[in-house]
């Protein structure tokens, strides 16, 4: 063997070494000015133990208002929560019943760790599905309208698919189709590796810095400051960065487009005009491209309506919302 080759092993072998044992080297300190979720609840905040296998029931921060039919369940995006839907929650319970929800592993809900379930992961995107008919089925609702913004759109349309009989209309407000959520097969095989396993909080620890807030309006300052305090309860919360990186490494990728057509139920799509984060056009694209869809289009609007416009996007919800009476 030259004396290249066996530099080379030598080098080689030194990098393979530093990839599987330099992660559980690295110190992982803890989490600064984080607090239990107990201490951030809010006295008026309501919580429902949805069931789900091999779990004690998952506790899950509600928000319940109005009375009579439709029932709207309100759906948020990647890393917000159900104060999203704060301006125009009230607005949604004079048209009906509404229904607003934390997501795990966001808001006021559980932060599930791994060796709190002993049955499927309950951050895959089949669990997100099965969770959201447990809680219909907890608060007694047969069928609904989902609105669901970015993320939250998309579980939206997997539900309606999975579960058609529950699903009465959509409102899909930006919904991240064409830019598909979720990590491709590569990645989950790498996240869910025990080198990352340790290292995988701190990639969530960048989320905060990435500055996606900023992005997601089309006017960052007309964002009321109340709306932003809320949004950062999802980071103040015990062990918020080991529950999201459990969530991303069971994130698969799920392609939407091939089903688009089993979508026969009537559709609202919802876009603001300077949407940087699912661009204009691919929403114009999925009003087209789905069978039964209204579009609307915000004006100097960005990529959460339901912060930035929620005059606009009510108004276009109850001229839609006669499509659902039938």
Not at 49 to 66: E, L, S
Request: glycine share 6%; with cysteine; proline share 9%.
């Amino acid at each position: 063997m030259s004396k290249f080759v066996r530099v080379l092993l030598i080098v080689l072998a030194i990098v393979l070494l530093l990839v599987l044992v330099g992660p559980f080297l690295i110190p992982i300190r803890p989490l600064p000015d984080t607090q239990p979720l107990a201490a951030l609840t809010p006295p008026e905040s309501e919580f429902v133990a949805i069931p789900f296998p091999g779990t004690g029931g998952i506790r899950t921060h509600v928000r319940t208002g109005g009375d009579g039919d439709p029932t709207f369940v309100l759906l948020h995006g990647f890393a917000a929560n159900l104060y999203t839907w704060d301006l125009v929650f009230d607005e949604f319970a004079e048209y009906g019943r509404v229904l607003a929800y934390d997501r795990i592993p966001y808001g006021l809900s559980a932060r599930l760790l791994a060796g709190d379930w002993s049955g499927p992961n309950p951050y895959t995107p089949e669990a997100s599905i099965d969770q959201l008919i447990a809680l219909l089925d907890a608060q007694g609702i047969e069928r609904a309208v989902l609105v669901g913004n970015s993320a939250g759109g998309a579980l939206a349309m997997r539900a309606a698919l999975a579960h058609p009989e529950r699903v009465q209309g959509l409102v899909l407000i930006s919904a991240a189709v064409y830019t598909i959520s979720g990590s491709p097969p590569f990645i989950a095989l790498i996240a869910n590796t025990p080198q990352m396993a340790r290292l995988g909080p701190l990639v969530a620890r960048l989320l905060p810095a990435l500055g996606l807030e900023e992005s997601s309006f089309h006017d960052p300052a007309a964002r009321p400051p109340a709306l932003a305090a809320k949004a950062a309860l999802s980071f103040q919360v015990d062990d918020w960065d080991k529950a999201l990186w459990e969530a991303t490494a069971a994130s698969d990728r799920v392609d939407l487009t091939p089903r688009l057509a089993e979508l026969t139920l009537p559709v609202l799509v919802v876009t603001g005009d300077d949407d940087r984060i699912v661009p204009t056009a691919e929403s114009v694209r999925l009003a087209e491209e789905l069978p039964n869809a209204s579009l609307a289009v915000l004006p100097a609007c960005g990529h959460v309506a339901q912060e930035e416009c929620p005059a606009a996007l009510m108004r276009a919800i109850n001229e839609w919302r006669v499509a659902i009476d039938d």
